[in-house]
């Protein structure tokens, strides 16, 4: 099983930063397969990122993915509000199983 | 536009199957393009995958290792429902489950592997095992 960790757990940040997110693989993912999501309370998770880069749809350029090998990473350049969420990075290369990071929480400062 | 919407029981008795339904609007289970994913997600065991089932010439299903002796995801395609079965519920099987839609390329023909995310999210149910 690959096994994602993120770093760190939790970020304090004002609006207008920018912030990079950090996803390691226990071994190496193929960039096919990674994705980023976001998830605020009480919300089912929304998909950010496909293909460790493609943005999906609706989503702003402010987030971008890049990476490859066993890092990875996802950064939101000029926190809006709304941006402040727990985020998920997530891989499956079509054998299960399916897995995530841990999370990492970005919150106001 | 794809919608997937929850029903199901949030309140068991240890010992009973947990059984929870998604209903799908704007896309079709039989879809090659498309699996469809069930998960949990509480505070001890973070976003947790359980299974997912697929439609390429023939019906698939994966589990995930820790519910695979428990577990059945089955689909009804004339109601355009599929549904998750868990035998035997602990508390341990308390969290907030939800299904989504994933988009792959392993129903087409030519090319490598391409995973597109889990675009489509169910609401979520809160489900809690107690006495």
């Known amino acids: 099983e690959i096994v994602l960790t993120q770093s760190p757990g939790t970020l304090s940040l004002s609006p207008g930063e920018t912030v990079t997110l950090s996803c390691r693989a226990s071994e190496i993912v193929s960039t096919r397969y990674l994705a980023w999501y976001q998830q605020k309370p009480g919300q089912a998770p929304r998909l950010l990122i496909y293909?460790?880069?493609s943005r999906a749809t609706g989503i702003p350029d402010r987030f971008s993915g890049s990476g490859s090998g066993t890092n990875f990473t996802l950064t939101i350049s000029g926190l809006e509000p709304e941006d402040f969420a727990v985020y998920y990075c997530?891989?499956?290369?079509?054998?299960?199983?399916?897995?995530f990071g841990g999370g990492t929480k970005v919150d106001i400062k | 536009q794809v919608q997937l919407q929850q029903s199901g029981p949030g309140l068991l008795k240890p010992s009973q199957t947990l059984s929870l339904t998604c209903a799908v609007s704007?896309?079709?289970?039989?879809?090659?393009?498309?699996?469809w994913n069930w998960f949990r997600q509480s505070p001890s065991r973070g976003l947790e995958w359980l299974g997912r089932t697929s439609y390429r010439s023939k019906w698939h299903q994966d589990y995930a290792d820790s519910v695979k002796s428990r577990i059945n995801i089955n689909v009804d395609i004339s109601k355009n429902l599929f549904f998750l079965q868990l035998n035997s519920v602990t508390a341990e099987d308390t969290a907030v489950y939800y299904c989504?839609?994933?988009?792959?390329?392993?129903?087409?023909?030519?090319?490598?592997?391409?995973?597109?995310?889990?675009?489509?999210w169910g609401q979520g149910t809160t489900v809690a095992v107690s006495s």
């Open positions: 989504a839609r994933d988009i792959d390329s392993s129903g087409w023909p030519h090319g490598e592997y391409y995973f597109y995310g889990l675009d489509v």
């Open positions: 293909g460790a880069s």
């Open positions: 997530q891989q499956f290369g079509g054998s299960p199983p399916l897995t």
């Open positions: 704007g896309d079709s289970l039989s879809s090659i393009s498309a699996a």
